[in-house]
């Protein structure tokens, strides 16, 4: 089944590669300059501490574009399949992204967890993962995904290696927001219609207690020490804080009402929060500790996905609407640069560079 | 060790018929929703029974003693005691859609019972504007009954509206019956500006494109059509308008997909194996309401707070907060005009809301 499917992507992977030499070729020039300028203008992320790149999947026109943020160009266009939503970066560099067959009737071959290889921009294994896998968590091992099947109201198990599903669990109605929390212990699965979140033991692989939050949750983030989490409810228009030790709602942040809060991020610091904002075209700045909004960034149209880089200087959102990615001063609360993406950018993930970078 | 396995099947799930004298008493064996006319045969008795089969499973998700119990229609002279058994028992409301004189009459008892009562009704006989207007009915029961349908003559209202946006050129003519509503009359002259004429005034019309007639407000009697704005389409020759083809308001309509329309849809379809309408939907939107709100009320409080309190809101998969505070405790909430490949949403309550 996954040569089928590589075999299905050898234009993928042409066109993949032309992106890359032609962005490897201006890579030389550009990199002194973008270097320079960088150290000019303030926002500009050069620093080599956050040398990375971001992976934003585009749902609509079924590719995955590689953003260089300092460069502020797209160094890599990859064709990975039908609607690719949630995308994480595994321990072990490869990229992860989730393909939901948005026509279908029942479980489709278009429905995926497909791994890139970042070095080479191949997919080198597309596993199944159950019906419509929008979002997933990845174990702190990086040997278990966690995926949300929205249609058939489960989270599947699933070994990265052999792409095994090794138990489906029966979660809330419509999940989405799929979150493991930083000891690798809890995974959390928001449920949109039911508007509940089912909490996963990972020892037993067993949901082990759900517990209500506000209208239509979508995303979810646990603070970085694992003793909070957030979830942002979309038609409520709030965030739940979440005792992650209890597992419990211990308070609420009240977001504008038509705000559409969806993807949420913590800084690394686990002061901030950052919300993206897709009824408000902005991302909303939340103090945690005082419960608060602190100031709403404006942004591209309709973010959804966001991320940070890995000193949680730069915020990078997926902006739905206007086809492009935000990045975001995270010092000076304001966006700082577009990068023009693919069509329909749905989610985007953080990636170190190492040696292939 | 084989991992494998499939947890599919949760522990008491499955929805029991119960005849009413074996509803469970709150405090002992949990708390009940009542639904009547739960049953294959009609799109709101699917709907229900997606909307019983979903409450369930949160519910047992939740630990929660949530149950639902299903009730055949009763007969006028049976709905006082059937509330009464009802409110002995502990239930927490009920969803109804029953004809006009019952359905009333069930209103009526479980207001009087202190229980909450869902309409599920796609249409339900309620005025567009409020006592404040003066030109309509007041709705049959106050408070502890919410709606999950909105008035007929809103549809009327959407098509119009609808209409009048997808095609701004038309010129329309506008045909008043006696005794129709003067603030129907006004909301359509608001809507078409300039574009309307008027057929009841003396002189020439000149050439129109389409017509809308508003008939007579019905002030007693079950079939209410409250003044509904009959949209038609005027031919180009002589002779009586003819109805607008190929255009429908509806509350919802199968081919939907944003906002998660999609995946309703699909649960819809693969559970009946046919498309989700509108009166399937308001009959799972009332129980979704219904569950939500007493999941979330605290033991001892009245789950009215939940449907209509400050902080009450609901998903429809509409993509808006979606909340009873439309005339007659209607669900606010978009309407959709589908027709000639597109769908087009226009908001009810719209500019009258403020009436």
């Given amino acids: 089944m996954t040569d089928r499917w590589q075999a299905s992507l050898g234009g993928a992977r042409t066109r993949a590669r032309r992106a890359a030499r032609g962005a490897r070729a201006g890579a030389a020039v550009t990199a002194m300059a973008a270097l320079a300028l960088g150290l000019l203008l303030s926002g500009t992320p050069a620093s080599a501490q956050t040398a990375h790149h971001l992976y934003v999947s585009n749902e609509h026109d079924g590719t995955v574009s590689v953003v260089d943020p300092v460069d502020r160009v797209v160094v890599r266009t990859i064709d990975v399949g039908h609607g690719p939503r949630g995308i994480h970066v595994a321990p072990d560099g490869r990229v992860l992204v989730a393909l939901s067959d948005t026509m279908r009737r ?34 702190r091992d990086g040997v278990t995904i966690y995926a949300a099947n929205e249609d058939a109201g489960t989270a599947s198990v699933m070994d990265l290696e052999s792409g095994e599903v090794t138990a489906r669990l029966m979660v809330g109605i419509e999940p989405e927001g799929v979150a493991v929390s930083p000891d690798g212990r809890w995974v959390y699965v928001a449920a949109e219609t039911s508007s509940t979140v089912s909490v996963i033991d990972t020892r037993s692989d067993e949901v082990v207690a759900t517990f209500l939050v506000d209208v239509r949750p979508r995303g979810v983030a646990f603070s970085p020490d694992g003793s909070l989490a957030l979830v942002s409810n979309e038609i409520s228009g709030t965030l739940s804080l979440i005792d992650a030790e209890r597992h419990a709602v211990v308070g609420t942040v009240e977001l504008p009402r038509l705000a559409k809060p969806v993807g949420v991020v913590f800084s690394p610091g686990g002061r901030r929060a950052y919300v993206a904002l897709g009824g408000e075209d902005g991302v909303a700045v939340v103090d945690v500790a005082g419960r608060s909004l602190v100031e709403i960034v404006p942004v591209g149209e309709r973010p959804w996905g966001v991320a940070l880089s890995p000193d949680g200087r730069y915020l990078y959102t997926a902006n739905g609407r206007s086809d492009d990615i935000s990045i975001v001063d995270t010092r000076s609360l304001t966006e700082v640069g577009r990068v023009a993406v693919g069509a329909g950018p749905w989610g985007v993930a953080v990636r170190p560079l190492t040696n292939d970078g | 060790m084989d991992r494998r396995r499939f947890l ?5 799930a499955g929805i029991a018929c119960l005849a009413p004298s074996a509803l469970l008493a709150r405090g002992a064996d949990g708390v009940v929703i009542a639904v009547v006319d739960a049953d294959q045969g009609s799109a709101y008795g699917r709907g229900a029974i997606l909307g019983i089969e979903e ?30 058994r009802l409110a002995g028992e502990g239930a927490a409301g009920i969803v109804s859609a029953l004809p006009g004189r019952i359905q009333r009459s069930l209103e009526g008892a479980a207001v009087s019972e202190g229980l909450v009562l869902l309409d599920a009704r796609p249409a339900p006989p309620v005025g567009m504007y409020g006592a404040d207007r003066g030109q309509e009915r007041e709705p049959p029961a106050a408070g502890g009954v919410f709606r999950t349908g909105v008035p007929s003559a ?27 509503p003067e603030a129907r009359v006004r909301d359509v002259r608001q809507r078409l500006g300039e574009a309307a004429g008027d057929a009841n005034a003396a002189g020439p019309q000149g050439q129109v494109d389409a017509r809308v007639r508003i008939g007579r407000g019905t002030r007693a009697g079950d079939q209410d059509d409250g003044g509904i704005p009959t949209v038609l389409i005027d031919p180009a020759t002589p002779g009586p308008p003819q109805p607008v083809e190929g255009f429908r308001a509806t509350l919802w309509d199968a081919a939907l997909f944003r906002y998660g329309a999609e995946q309703l849809n699909e649960r819809y379809r693969r559970r009946f194996g046919e498309g989700m309408d509108g009166a399937a939907w308001s009959a799972w939107m009332a129980v979704k309401a219904l569950t939500e709100a007493t999941l979330r009320t605290p033991p001892g409080a009245g789950v009215e707070a939940g449907l209509a309190g400050p902080r009450a809101a609901f998903d429809g998969h509409k993509g808006a907060p979606l909340t009873f505070d439309g005339p007659g405790g209607t669900l606010a909430q978009p309407l959709y005009v589908v027709g000639q490949g597109e769908t087009r949403e226009v908001e009810w309550p719209g500019t009258e809301r403020d009436g």
Avoid: K
């Avoid at chain 1, 080479?120 to 929008?134: F, K, L, M, Q």
């Avoid at chain 2, 599919?8 to 008491?12: K, Y």
């Avoid at chain 2, 609808?162 to 005794?179: D, F, N, Q, T, Y």
């Fill in chain 1, 106 to 139: 029942s479980e489709s071959d278009r429905d995926r967890i497909v791994v890139i290889d970042p070095a080479s921009g191949d997919i080198v294994a597309a596993h199944r993962a159950g019906t419509d896998p929008e979002q997933f968590g990845i174990s």
């Fill in chain 2, 154 to 180: 809103a549809y009327g209202l959407a098509l119009l509206e609808a209409l009048v946006s997808a095609h701004p050129a038309w010129r329309w003519e506008v045909v008043v019956e006696e005794g129709a």
């Fill in chain 2, 8 to 12: 599919g099947t949760l522990g008491g």
């Fill in chain 2, 55 to 84: 409450g369930e499973r949160a519910a047992a998700l939740l630990r929660s003693p949530l149950r639902f119990a299903r009730y055949q229609s009763p007969g006028v002279a049976d709905t006082a005691a059937l509330a009464r």
